[in-house]
């Protein structure tokens, strides 16, 4: 117990007091010896360090080897694609750990000798906590996926596409009890294989991030500089409050919907075995089918799923004329009034046949009182819903809200010709990685496939027990729900300041209602730290908080009011 008071009270000077988080940059003459004698210059290899450290100034410090070696004050050293490492060195680093200093490295650390030659991934696996399996294909088709609202990666939205270049066969694949992003390709197939490439820890005596990607392989964008941001500022103890991307302490959303368009008759199936777990779905209807089936329409919404559009016939919208698309959409919405008569209004989202469409689509959608568009994978680089921006100029509280389909469907799986079994192991691996991800995830289900013996009925009970398993983690709900919480979330901002010891948390919510369950996550200073949240007098919201994982904690407010509200945060 002495022990661990001892390291937090100096951790807690380090981040807070005079001289807080010295960061050490460290240039290894052997890693530069070895680059050189590979016709390469290590200086270029890491030229975004200097560059972007600069910001820290007075805190930051550029170390030589006999400086490590002469066991300089700890804070944060940056071992930046410290590929090649002499016994010395090794032993200061190791050093400097034990004294409590935290780590970050890049690349290859340590897997080069002296004399350059291979020395195998051990140093990097002790050093930073990780296991490696191998390395990932070089290919274009490779992207740094980030996980969502994670404590070193929280700045960038969730399950980012971020682009690599030049991996050159050396992005290398981690496994570690913390991870915080993956590599993916471009749809963002779960592979078997381990694929995390970045990974962090914390020890009794210090902390430690590794990102499995040479320092040349980042090209300069803002994002890699908001991630190199929070990953110091957590390897400094610095807490970090931020706006969750869900609402009630959960970390993940999903959306399980049908295209509801042939053997129209399937979808009370679907809603039974949803409803058996306790949830309700969208039904995107293709209205000229629905209308031979209108009771079956009009007792789902009755059951409290959502009614949807699916247009009115099977076709896409793309490239089609603004005066034809408009057609359509009136069409299908005299269709849907004809079968919900009253209820019809309730029917505000949207899924185009084929995943066909155009600016022009969206931009008709909206002027029609739609709400929401769940669209396909190439909609956006993130996993998350966001705001249409076919039309320049519409702000949020109008735009449409997109809700992209981030992984594969039942179209895909027949495509592929997967078995129940192999369908089953996709949707639970992707799940998974949604969850961690902190991701919206939108499962696309046809009526066609749910029909008695279809692939996704026999499919979907496991699934659904897999996502009850998740728990409050996940947040399981309809594609109006989900749009409703997208657009509130984004017109309350989160900002914080440090003040005498603590966090003086400002949140100004411009709805005009009440936010239920509003979310902030924040990074601990040290593992399971306490977090102690105390209202602003002026300030009657009632605040709980909630253990996420050892590193981050949830303020979850019942009900956020319009206005300003103030928090104060100890730790
Ligand atoms: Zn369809």
Not at 278 to 304: N, S
């Amino acid at each position: 117990m002495l022990a661990l008071c001892l390291v937090w009270t100096c951790t807690a000077r380090l981040a807070w007091g005079a001289d807080e988080g010295q960061i050490l940059l460290y240039l290894s003459p052997t890693t530069e010896r070895y680059f050189a004698s590979a016709g390469r210059s290590y200086e270029q290899i890491i030229k975004r360090w200097p560059a972007y450290l600069r910001k820290y100034g007075e805190h930051v410090r550029t170390l030589g080897r006999e400086e490590l070696l002469a066991d300089p004050p700890t804070g944060v050293l940056i071992l930046p694609t410290t590929v090649a490492l002499d016994p010395q060195e090794r032993a200061a680093i190791e050093r400097f750990a034990q004294r409590g200093g935290s780590l970050l490295g890049t690349g290859l650390v340590g897997s080069r000798d002296a004399q350059g030659q291979p020395a195998g991934l051990d140093f990097l696996h002790t050093s930073f906590q990780v296991r490696s399996h191998g390395f990932f294909p070089v290919n274009d088709n490779t992207f740094f996926v980030p996980f969502g609202d994670g404590p070193l990666t929280w700045p960038i939205p969730a399950a980012r596409r971020m682009g690599l270049s030049n991996t050159s066969g050396s992005l290398l694949r981690i496994s570690a009890s913390h991870t915080s992003a993956v590599a993916l390709d471009w749809s963002r197939n779960v592979p078997a294989e381990p694929h995390a490439v970045m990974a962090f820890e914390e020890t009794p005596r210090g902390r430690v991030a590794y990102f499995g990607v040479s320092d040349d392989a980042w090209p300069a964008q803002r994002d890699n500089l908001l991630l190199l941001d929070a990953t110091l500022a957590w390897l400094r103890r610095e807490p970090h409050a931020y706006k969750a991307a869900w609402p009630h302490g959960h970390q993940a959303a999903h959306l399980i919907e049908m295209d509801t368009e042939d053997q129209f008759e399937s979808a009370p199936n679907l809603a039974r075995d949803l409803e058996n777990a306790g949830y309700k779905g969208t039904f995107y209807c293709l209205t000229t089918e629905a209308v031979r089936h209108p009771d079956i329409v009009r007792d789902l919404l009755r059951r409290g799923h959502e009614i949807a559009y699916h247009a009115d016939v099977h076709f896409g919208f793309k490239g089609d004329a603004v005066r034809e698309q408009e057609l359509r959409i009136r069409f299908m919405k005299q269709q849907m009034a004809g079968i919900l008569g009253e209820r019809a209004p309730e029917a505000t989202g949207f899924r185009a046949p084929t995943e066909s469409y155009d600016r022009n689509t969206e931009m008709l959608l909206r002027r029609h009182g739609l709400l929401h568009h769940a669209a396909d994978e190439s909609s956006h680089e993130d996993r998350l819903p966001f705001f249409s921006v076919s039309e320049p100029g519409v702000p949020p509280e109008r735009a449409l809200v997109v809700l992209p389909r981030t992984q594969m469907d039942d179209v895909s799986f027949r495509l592929k010709k997967l078995t129940p079994e192999q369908v089953g192991l996709t949707l639970a691996n992707d799940l998974d990685l949604a969850v961690r991800s902190g991701a919206f995830s939108l499962l696309s289900v046809h009526s066609q496939n749910y029909v008695e013996g279809g692939l996704m009925r026999r499919t979907m009970p496991d699934y659904l027990r897999k996502v009850t398993s998740y728990g409050n983690r996940l947040w399981v709900t309809r594609g109006d729900e989900i749009t409703r919480w997208w657009r509130q979330r984004e017109a309350v901002s989160v900002d914080s300041q440090w003040r005498s010891g603590g966090l003086r948390l400002i949140l100004r919510n411009a709805n005009p209602e009440a936010v239920a369950g509003f979310t902030v996550f924040v990074t601990l200073p040290a593992r399971q730290a306490s977090l102690k949240v105390t209202a602003a007098s002026a300030s009657k919201v009632a605040a709980r908080t909630q253990s996420i994982d050892p590193f981050r904690a949830a303020i979850v407010i019942d009900s956020l009011p319009p206005g300003q509200t103030e928090l104060r945060l100890n730790f």
